[in-house]
Each structure stands twice: as structure tokens, then as C-alpha cells.
């Protein structure tokens, strides 16, 4: 199989014909925001074996291990702000960004579909900082207009802000940290990441909080409460969605992502065989790569933001 392009020209040129687009993302997106990313050279999976931390039975077993490293990494994208990728990505979600750049689009109404392994909230902040710039432009949104933008983006591994109630199954949003008091005694959290200290189930976040007092109504009833994000075994949200829309697609562009972790990795298959065409933008050379047509390397933040410039130029040429 022939190594894929890196002609941008002729990509723009199809990207301005496509008539159904579809973005996947993965760490590689949030890497310049300073978000860790888990592969390669310093990658948090070098460090930590992940079944110890992100897996059902690691949390059946030690849920304070997993709280241990969960809890830091999500302060960490708390403080993290999105990047120039994650604000070009989300320009699409404008209506009249869309029709710029993409005038041959099936249905203008909507934007394209965005997949995103990411948990760090930064995908879904740039789009409420999209839409909010472009109602401030002048541009009319109406609430249909921006939950139309927010279903198209599918966090498939969850989100740092959401959490499941082990007990009575409810599903909360908190943006507060920390979320329990232990979680202020940084050598404690580090030993009982490394599997050297047990924090006891009754020192975790809970249901109802810290200042719960014995009810057990749902949502207050005192429960464990654990990460609503997917870990390994567990399968991704939206896949009923993803799957859907991927026969359709004739443009995925693959951002920040080694192909490595399935579904996700088996997106750029499904397009292929559909007909479509495969852009893949990462640092290096990924295992994806013998899947695409076209393979752009840089920093996401240089390179998706350079790719729309450049298709704009070329659109208004």
C-alpha cells in the first residue's frame, strides 16, 4: 500500500467537495493544552500499568486507587484551557463557517459529526466559546441550533465533570473541585496512586456530597460515586450514533490519536470501506497511518488550524 499524501492543496480540494464530514479525536488534541497524553514517548501508560486504575475491576478492588489518579488528572483538565485545534474544530459548528468552507455539505443544518476520546470537557468548552463568539458576530442561535451542536459532539469515553452513583444509578455533573477533602493531601492521593496507601471508601466523593447525613433518597443517598468516563471493558457511549453516521461519511479526519484503541480505531476502516477518504494529523507516524489517504504531522494546534486557513484561501480563490 502506497505511504498516504501530504498534499494540503489537493486534501482542501476534496475536503471543499465533501458532502459528509466527520472528525475523530484523541489525546494528540488536548496535548497542547497540557493535557498528558497515554502512548508513547512519556506517556501516562508507560508509567502505570491502566487495568490498576482504569478498569471496573480495579475499582471494585481499590476504588481509592482509581479515585487517586482520576482526581488529579481531572484538576489538570479543569485548569487546562482549549488550543487552537480545539477552537478551529469547533468553528464548524457555525452555520456560516460551514457553508465557507464546506458548501457541498448534504445537510447545512447540522454540524458535522465530532467524536472525541477526550474526557477533559475542552472540546465541548471551545464549542460554547464557538457559539457565544458567533452570537456575539451577530449570527441568530436558537436553543435548537446550539443542542444540535452539542448532540453531534460525542464524548465516546465520558467526561471529567460526570459521575455515576454506584448505589442508586444517578448520573451527576459537578464542575467543584476537589470532591472530597483528601483529595487536598497531595503525598496521600501520590502514595494511593502507586498502590502504597488505601483511602477508605467513606473518605471518597459520595452521593449527595460531603455534607451528606444519612438519606437515601436518589441522587442524596450517600452512595460511592465513580467517574462516569469508559474504561477499559466497558464500552463507549454514542457508538448507536457513531455507527450510524459513519456509512454516510466521505471525509474522517483522524486528530491526535494512535488508532490503537477500539472502537475508535476501527472508524477509519468503516469510512474506507465505504468509499471515503481518510486524513490523518498527528506529531509523527501513527499505526493508523496505513488506513489514510492523506497524513499531516505537527502539532494539532499548528496543523488543523493551518489546514481551514488554508481551505478558506483555496474556497475563495
Not at 482526581?71 to 483538565?77: I, L, S, Y
Request: aromatic share 8%; hydrophobic share 35%.
Amino acid at each position: 500500500m502506497s505511504a498516504p499524501s501530504s498534499d494540503l492543496d489537493t486534501f482542501c480540494n476534496i475536503l471543499s467537495q465533501c458532502k459528509c464530514l466527520a472528525i475523530s479525536t484523541g489525546a494528540g488534541l488536548s496535548a497542547g493544552s497540557g493535557v498528558p497524553t497515554y502512548r508513547g514517548v512519556d506517556g501516562q501508560w508507560t508509567k502505570i500499568n491502566p487495568m490498576d486504575v482504569v478498569s471496573l475491576q480495579a475499582f471494585t478492588d481499590n476504588p481509592g486507587r482509581v479515585w487517586a489518579f482520576f482526581h488529579p488528572k481531572r484538576d489538570a483538565c479543569i485548569k487546562a484551557q482549549p488550543n487552537a485545534a480545539h477552537h478551529a474544530l469547533a468553528s464548524l459548528s457555525i452555520s456560516s463557517v460551514r457553508r465557507n468552507l464546506l458548501p457541498h455539505l448534504i445537510d447545512q443544518t447540522r454540524p458535522p459529526l465530532y467524536i472525541t476520546q477526550n474526557f477533559d470537557g475542552l472540546c465541548r468548552r471551545a464549542l460554547d466559546t464557538a457559539l457565544d463568539n458567533a452570537e456575539k458576530g451577530g449570527e441568530i442561535l436558537d436553543k435548537d441550533t446550539r443542542q444540535a451542536a452539542h448532540e453531534r459532539l460525542i464524548e465516546i469515553h465520558g467526561s471529567c465533570y460526570r459521575f455515576l452513583c454506584t448505589q442508586c444509578k444517578a448520573l451527576k455533573t459537578r464542575f467543584d473541585t476537589p470532591l472530597a477533602d483528601i483529595f487536598t493531601n497531595e503525598d496521600v492521593v501520590e502514595q494511593a496512586k502507586n498502590g502504597e496507601y488505601t483511602i477508605a471508601v467513606d473518605q471518597l466523593p459520595r452521593c449527595g456530597g460531603s455534607q451528606w447525613a444519612g438519606s437515601n433518597r436518589y441522587g442524596q443517598c450517600g452512595g460511592l460515586l465513580r467517574p462516569a468516563v469508559t474504561w477499559f471493558g466497558e464500552i463507549p457511549e454514542g457508538q448507536g450514533e457513531v455507527v450510524r453516521n459513519l456509512t454516510k461519511v466521505d471525509v474522517l479526519l483522524v486528530i491526535g490519536t494512535t488508532s490503537l484503541v477500539h472502537p475508535a480505531a476501527s472508524y477509519a476502516t468503516t469510512v474506507k470501506k465505504n468509499g471515503g477518504i481518510v486524513a490523518v494529523f498527528n506529531l509523527g507516524e501513527t499505526h493508523g497511518d496505513d488506513k489514510a489517504d492523506f497524513a499531516f504531522y505537527g502539532p494539532c494546534e499548528e496543523t488543523i488550524p493551518k489546514l481551514l486557513e488554508r481551505l478558506a484561501e483555496l474556497n475563495a480563490a
